[in-house]
């Protein structure tokens, strides 16, 4: 069974760092595409960032661009999310998800999401 | 970076009604579009890739249609579990973007 399991959201002040991860099993990890996705509460989804297999390609929303850093460790089934100099608007619910092994590949399986919230 | 309208932001329907949602790309993405429904306090769940091809488990009376710039996702019978947010992904250019959402509620 395919299980992503988030961890290290929390309370943090403007301008801080904070560290996620994400917990892979279920499947061949190095195999597959990831991605991060956030949602502010009450509002609707965003995808923040993408990594390939091998993490050779890399993407972000232009919302974190230069902020935010993606990384996986496939020895240790783990995708990460460096979150530096965070704002207000940072605040959401941060999604771990797998692309689908397919040619047409969207987020086939999610986790059940960490809360960041950026406040002073 | 792309956009992706979404209409409507939220519908009544009744049980056994059809329903049909609209996403309009801001430039053409070919087909590279999917649907995903979210219920409150859930993660979203993939139901239609590639515009048109249903995902593994989804139930038949979603069906997803278009090309280009427009897609519809409709859902043919509305059943008691299908109320929830839906939201299209557009995945043409590596900088996704998901659509506003619309929200499904009981009439």
């Known amino acids: 069974e395919v299980q992503l399991v988030e961890s290290g959201g929390g309370l943090v002040k403007p301008g801080g760092s904070l560290r996620l991860s994400c917990a892979a099993s279920?499947?061949?990890?190095?195999?597959?595409?990831m991605n991060w996705v956030r949602q502010a509460p009450g509002k609707g989804l965003e995808w923040v960032s993408s990594?390939?297999?091998?993490?050779?390609?890399?993407y972000y929303a232009d919302s974190v661009k230069g902020r935010f850093t993606i990384s996986r460790d496939n020895a240790k089934n783990s995708l990460y999310l460096q979150m530096n100099s965070l704002r207000a608007e940072d605040t959401a619910v941060y999604y771990c998800?797998?692309?689908?092994?397919?040619?047409?590949?969207?987020?086939?399986?999610w986790g059940q999401g960490t809360l960041v919230t950026v406040s002073s | 970076a792309i956009q992706m309208t979404q209409s409507p932001s939220s519908l009544s329907a009744s049980v056994g009604d059809r329903v049909t949602i609209t996403c309009r790309a801001s430039?053409?993405?070919?087909?590279?579009l999917g649907w995903y429904q979210q219920k409150p306090g859930k993660a979203p769940k993939l139901l239609i890739y590639?515009?048109?091809s249903l995902q593994s488990g989804v139930p038949s009376r979603f069906s997803g249609s278009g090309s280009g710039t427009d897609f519809t996702l409709t859902i043919s019978s509305l059943q008691p579990e299908d109320f929830a947010t839906y939201y299209c992904l557009q995945d043409y250019n590596y900088h996704r973007t998901f659509g506003q959402g619309t929200k499904v509620e009981i009439k």
């Open positions: 430039q053409g993405i070919r087909n590279d």
């Open positions: 279920g499947f061949t990890f190095s195999s597959y595409s």
């Open positions: 990594i390939s297999s091998s993490s050779s390609y890399i």
């Open positions: 590639a515009a048109s």
């Open positions: 998800a797998r692309d689908a092994p397919i040619a047409a590949a969207f987020p086939d399986y």
